[in-house]
């Protein structure tokens, strides 16, 4: 017999899953540019994860046409279409990324995508609105913005235009990316939510692949060892795929809260893993900044914990 214990902790045990795996993904990406072209990369990872989904999506369209949802007149392919567009455009940022900046750098750096996904979701989504009354939300943006500056004055110490063009890229990748969430919030509504992922991931693949044949270098996948095909095809299955798999477990169990604000332990993760694989490390002034970003992210969660607290209705409750 199952116990709500027991869902909880196997829930725990995805979200660290999906921390692990996720805090990976930009030390297998430093190793790739070694070897290939950022254009490959990306496009073979997307392609092994959308294939991953494509079983999910052909099930899920059938059932959700059947069901007789409030969605089912509408097509999930043409709603699909804004946040793919916005989810490429990450796509690349986040891929090209590695090939100027250090992984912890890009880890860290790709915690600002929690920031922008509030600052969307307050110009574009009413509800979430009331944030702006706040003054931990004016915080959280604040510290998140000088920890991103402190970056580029770490990078401007180095004395490399190449890394701080690096770290503009990753910014950038992280304004799609919070842009991208509030889009699926909006366009994908009343979806199920693996069929909405199944069918941007398709999308997002069959533009990838274009891009790869157009820039990028597809010649040189024959070239690869056993090792690194095993490592290509891994970090797709981890970071496109099952990532996703996982952390939609945590936050249907735990929820989106408790999921985010674990998840800004990420880059620490990339950093460890970059420093005993990469012998990759952050100055202290980059270190300082990356802190200020995670900082700024946990200090915006707990001005959404507020804000969810104040929607809950007051006094005596009905009884069930």
Request: charged share 10%; glycine share 12%; with cysteine.
């Amino acid at each position: 017999m199952h116990t709500k214990d027991d869902g909880k902790l196997t829930a725990i045990a995805c979200l660290l899953g999906t921390m692990l795996g996720w805090g990976c993904i930009p030390i297998f990406l430093r190793h790739f540019t070694t070897h290939l072209d950022s254009w490959t990369v990306n496009a073979v990872r997307y392609l092994v994860g959308a294939l991953f989904w494509l079983p999910f999506v052909v099930v899920l369209h059938r059932r959700h046409k059947a069901a007789g949802s409030p969605t089912a007149h509408r097509s999930v392919w043409r709603d699909a279409l804004v946040p793919t567009s916005v989810n490429v455009i990450g796509q690349v940022g986040y891929a090209v990324s590695p090939y100027f900046i250090p992984a912890p750098t890009v880890g860290f750096v790709m915690r600002l995508s929690f920031l922008f996904t509030v600052l969307f979701g307050f110009l574009f989504l009413a509800e979430e609105r009331p944030l702006a009354r706040r003054g931990t939300f004016w915080w959280g943006v604040a510290v998140s913005a000088g920890g991103l500056v402190l970056m580029f004055v770490g990078k401007l110490q180095v004395g490399s235009p190449r890394e701080l063009v690096g770290v503009g890229i990753a910014a950038a990748s992280t304004v799609a990316w919070g842009a991208y969430s509030v889009s699926v919030r909006k366009r994908m509504a009343g979806y199920p939510v693996r069929l909405s992922f199944g069918v941007i991931s398709l999308y997002t693949a069959g533009v990838l692949v274009l891009l790869m044949v157009v820039f990028g270098r597809a010649g040189r996948l024959g070239q690869l060892s056993g090792g690194l095909w095993v490592a290509l095809v891994g970090t797709g299955l981890i970071g496109v795929a099952m990532g996703h798999v996982l952390y939609y477990r945590a936050i249907h169990r735990l929820g989106p809260i408790v999921s985010s604000g674990v998840l800004l332990a990420t880059p620490f993760v990339t950093m460890v893993g970059a420093w005993l694989s990469l012998r990759e490390r952050l100055g202290v002034v980059e270190l300082a900044g990356g802190l200020g970003v995670v900082l700024g992210g946990a200090v915006l969660l707990v001005a959404k914990v507020q804000l969810e607290k104040d929607r809950l209705p007051t006094g005596p409750q009905p009884e069930a």
